[in-house]
């Protein structure tokens, strides 16, 4: 299997091909200091964030549902790490015409120089870009050419200049928040299986 930053790729199972629900949530780790007599606060941005998501896959029968449950047990709890996407999101809002790639090595922050793509609104606020195996959320708007994206979560590994910025069936690299994996048989002879994740970080 293949590695990612020294952890195992643990592929998800094909089917179902997306899960019942997934909520997601953006943390970001903001301290705040108040004052316990004018009630100012003094904040402190530590510019570390992140997702988490909670997944529940829908009602599946036995035979479909050992593959999910073959796929918990060989994560080996949070050790072993997967890609996960937002599945009504696998085209931008934008034309996403052209290819967009990376304009420039040994970039950090929240901000992203790109270059390509074409036309007014290639990418729109809240369209997904990957690179590499991470997955960020684009705040802005990019018309194409050359220009600085907004994005979040700040850049995990400085990308190399000219490294392309997917825009389509994106996704990013997840763990398992806890090693404890569960699941559910009801009445009706169905598995219940659900998760939660935060990103591989």
């Given at each position: 299997?293949?590695?990612?930053?020294?952890?195992?790729i643990?592929?998800m199972?094909?089917?179902?091909?997306?899960?019942?629900?997934?909520?997601?949530?953006?943390?970001?780790?903001?301290?705040?200091?108040?004052?316990?007599?004018?009630?100012?606060?003094?904040?402190?941005?530590?510019?570390?964030?992140?997702?988490?998501?909670?997944?529940?896959?829908?009602?599946?029968?036995?035979?479909?549902?050992?593959?999910?449950?073959?796929?918990l047990?060989?994560?080996?709890?949070?050790?072993?790490?997967?890609?996960?996407?937002?599945p009504?999101?696998?085209?931008?809002?934008?034309?996403?015409?052209?290819?967009?790639?990376?304009?420039?090595?040994?970039?950090?922050?929240?901000?992203?120089?790109?270059?390509?793509?074409?036309?007014?609104?290639c990418?729109?606020?809240?369209d997904?870009?990957?690179?590499?195996?991470?997955?960020?959320?684009?705040?802005?708007?990019?018309?194409?050419?050359?220009?600085?994206?907004?994005?979040?979560?700040?850049?995990?590994?400085?990308?190399?200049?000219?490294?392309?910025?997917?825009?389509?069936?994106?996704?990013?690299?997840?763990?398992?928040?806890?090693?404890?994996?569960?699941?559910?048989?009801?009445?009706?002879?169905?598995?219940?299986?659900?998760?939660?994740?935060?990103?591989?970080?």
């Amino acid at each position: 299997m293949s590695t990612f930053n020294g952890r195992t790729i643990v592929p998800m199972p094909a089917t179902p091909a997306a899960p019942a629900t997934i909520e997601f949530s953006a943390i970001d780790s903001v301290a705040a200091s108040q004052s316990p007599f004018t009630g100012q606060q003094q904040i402190q941005d530590w510019q570390g964030s992140w997702l988490e998501a909670t997944v529940s896959m829908p009602p599946m029968l036995h035979s479909v549902a050992q593959a999910w449950i073959a796929w918990l047990m060989a994560l080996r709890g949070i050790a072993g790490v997967f890609q996960l996407g937002d599945p009504l999101a696998a085209t931008p809002q934008g034309t996403g015409a052209g290819a967009i790639v990376v304009s420039g090595a040994a970039q950090t922050g929240r901000t992203l120089a790109v270059s390509g793509g074409s036309g007014a609104g290639c990418l729109l606020p809240g369209d997904w870009i990957q690179i590499g195996f991470r997955l960020y959320r684009n705040l802005g708007t990019y018309d194409g050419g050359s220009d600085t994206l907004d994005i979040w979560p700040e850049i995990r590994e400085s990308p190399a200049d000219g490294a392309p910025v997917i825009v389509t069936n994106t996704q990013g690299m997840f763990c398992l928040k806890s090693n404890q994996r569960k699941w559910s048989i009801s009445e009706a002879r169905h598995y219940g299986i659900s998760f939660e994740v935060r990103e591989a970080i």
